[in-house]
């Protein structure tokens, strides 16, 4: 597990962690930090951070909506999903705080509802097959 760093080169299987109060993109092979504007509330803030692995990765992105106390992702998953990117959510029901899930399922009513341990799954099958 490591604090990105800009422009530190994503590499697979590594997990990344955003630091504290800048935007994370993804870029060509690497990450890019940014101190714009807070979006919801907030920075970081994964819809920018989901907006821009859409661009990257366009069919191949994948988007995790899990608990949250705000609407904070539901704009970037849609963005995630228009490029033909999978979008996972969290049961609500399930969620400690079901207002993102909730959010992202109004923006992404398609998507594709699971609980936490069938997000780990469904992720660990995507894994796995990328890896073959």
Do not use: C, W
């Amino acid at each position: 597990m490591r604090e990105i760093e800009d422009k530190a080169p994503i590499t697979p299987g590594a997990i990344h962690i955003a630091p504290a109060d800048y935007h994370v993109l993804v870029e060509d092979g690497h990450f890019a930090l940014s101190t714009d504007a807070p979006v919801n509330y907030s920075r970081p803030s994964i819809d920018v951070t989901f907006a821009s692995v859409a661009d990257a990765f366009g069919e191949h992105a994948v988007g995790v909506i899990l608990t949250g106390a705000n609407a904070d992702g539901a704009r970037g998953l849609r963005r995630i999903a228009d490029r033909g990117g999978l979008a996972l959510v969290q049961l609500p029901a399930t969620a400690e705080s079901p207002l993102m899930p909730d959010a992202a399922l109004r923006s992404v009513p398609n998507s594709r509802v699971l609980t936490l341990a069938e997000i780990a799954a469904t992720l660990g099958s995507l894994t796995v097959s990328s890896a073959s």
